[in-house]
């Protein structure tokens, strides 16, 4: 097993981490920026180093900083989570180099599933569905002759795009002439890689991705899928696990195709492959994100399944003991952010008071305590609150109950508690019917 690890993030997914190697008896370092010197999960480490100021790129996102840290420690493995640099083959690439683990894929399969158009033709090759598009990258003529074939509204999308960047949907030629170019530039500029591909749009489709852990001797299990059709600008808000959407009989065949695709590209540790889902029920494949997911802990809430632990178990060479998947309810995830419940702008401030919610079901991830400033620096989110049910409506009972209760309050700081209330009650969510833009649609 390891034995120290160093948590190269912040907030709740560092609070996450650090528990999970301290049950596994592994000791842990923290990093922070100087606008994180009182987050909790510097308090929490059994170590803690400071690695710049409160800009991301000098602090979180600054290699060198991060390896020094790493030096000093002398952690024996780097545990990156999500965002920053989680999904960076050249940061996992230095890391592995240096001698120490990476908890994570190896960076050449970080750098092809980094890769959209590479992904893409070796999810064909093993039979996941794709959406009719250019199979490859293209200029503005080839896009318009695909769009010609395969019908308006199309989407222009960067090859190394991700999380929900580098997407521009067109409706009509003239509209395509006109953001192509601009497409390209804008890919260029936020991924150093200007290639462009075209896909068909697919209306009010769903959101649904399968989470996969994957070990160094070839063995591969999928927990099942997650629901994540509640997003407002490509930004996930809640998810939920199983979908009622998806059919058993479909579920095993994209189940069985996803072991193959890990098995083709050598992946190890925890990922999701991510599909749309269109009206008729038909799967197309999106792209593999090489890392944990915001939204795990649904999974782990109807598995019993502790992700956090197991990568950290396959990086340190052990073997899945996970054979067969007993999943059991339902559980549905709400991510609490410090914004405006209406407009989604950000609304960090000091909370002054907090109040969790808890009782039989319910689980709060969070970095959160009475006293703490949230920083204006990062991303919005303050804490995940996560309900699970044997029916999928007493998950929703449940949700609306725990948000009930749920207090976070401050000076200047607002939150989406409100949204989350107003979701749960809608008449399409609770059967179901919602899609990636319905939150739109229930904000109008």
């Given at each position: ?5 160093l ?10 981490a ?10 842990t ?17 059994d170590e ?5 100021p ?42 592995q ?14 750098e ?13 090759r ?31 999308k ?22 192509f ?13 200007g ?17 996969v852990?994957?070990?160094s ?5 999928v ?14 808000l ?25 098995r ?8 999701t ?7 008729e ?20 809430m ?40 209406n ?16 009782g ?31 029916t ?26 409100e949204?989350h209330?107003?979701l ?11 899609h990636i ?8």
């Amino acid at each position: 097993m390891l034995k120290k690890v160093l948590i190269a993030n912040r907030g709740e997914i560092a609070v996450r981490a650090i528990r999970a190697c301290r049950e596994l008896g592994i000791k842990t370092v923290a990093v922070y920026s100087e606008a994180d010197k009182d987050s909790l999960h510097v308090r929490l480490a059994d170590e803690a180093i400071c690695i710049g100021p409160p800009e991301p790129s000098q602090s979180y996102l600054d290699v060198p900083r991060i390896m020094s840290a790493v030096e000093i420690s002398g952690a024996d493995a780097v545990y990156p989570g999500y965002g920053f640099l989680s999904e960076n083959p050249k940061f996992a690439e230095i890391v592995q180099k240096s001698g120490v683990k990476f908890v994570g894929p190896s960076p050449a399969t970080l750098e092809l599933i980094g890769d959209k158009i590479k992904t893409k033709e070796i999810a064909k090759r093993v039979g996941l569905p794709l959406v009719p598009g250019s199979n490859g990258a293209t200029d503005m003529e080839k896009a318009l002759d695909v769009a010609r074939e395969i019908g308006y509204p199309v989407v222009l999308k960067a090859s190394a795009g991700g999380g929900g960047r580098g997407i521009r949907i067109v409706f009509n030629e003239k509209e395509l002439r006109e953001k192509f170019s601009i497409a390209v530039q804008e890919a260029e500029v936020s991924f150093g890689d200007g290639r462009v591909y075209v896909e068909k749009f697919i209306i009010n489709p769903k959101h649904v991705e399968f989470q996969v852990l994957a070990d160094s001797h070839g063995n591969v299990v999928v927990l099942g899928e997650r629901e994540c059709s509640i997003q407002r600008r490509h930004q996930k808000l809640v998810e939920e696990a199983p979908s009622v959407a998806v059919e058993e009989s479909k579920r095993k065949e994209i189940e069985e195709a996803v072991i193959e695709f890990c098995r083709e590209i050598g992946y190890e540790g925890a990922g999701t492959v991510e599909f749309l889902m269109d009206e008729e029920g038909n799967f197309y494949f999106m792209e593999m994100n090489g890392r944990i997911q915001v939204e795990h802990p649904v999974t782990e809430m109807v598995t019993g399944i502790d992700i956090v632990k197991w990568q950290l178990r396959i990086a340190a060479g052990e073997k899945l003991k996970v054979r067969k998947v007993r999943r059991n309810g339902y559980a549905i995830e709400m991510r609490i952010n410090a914004e405006d419940p209406n407009t989604f702008m950000p609304s960090p401030g000091k909370v002054e008071e907090l109040v969790l919610p808890g009782g039989m079901g319910v689980r709060v991830d969070t970095h959160l305590y009475a006293g703490y400033s949230v920083p204006p620096y990062y991303d919005s989110l303050l804490a995940k609150l996560i309900v699970w049910g044997e029916t999928r409506e007493e998950a929703i009972s449940r949700g609306l109950r725990a948000l009930e209760e749920f207090i976070i309050s401050g000076e200047g700081l607002k939150t989406n508690i409100e949204f989350h209330k107003r979701l749960l009650k809608t008449k399409e969510f609770k059967e179901g019917r919602h899609h990636i833009g319905f939150v739109e649609e229930m904000m109008v």
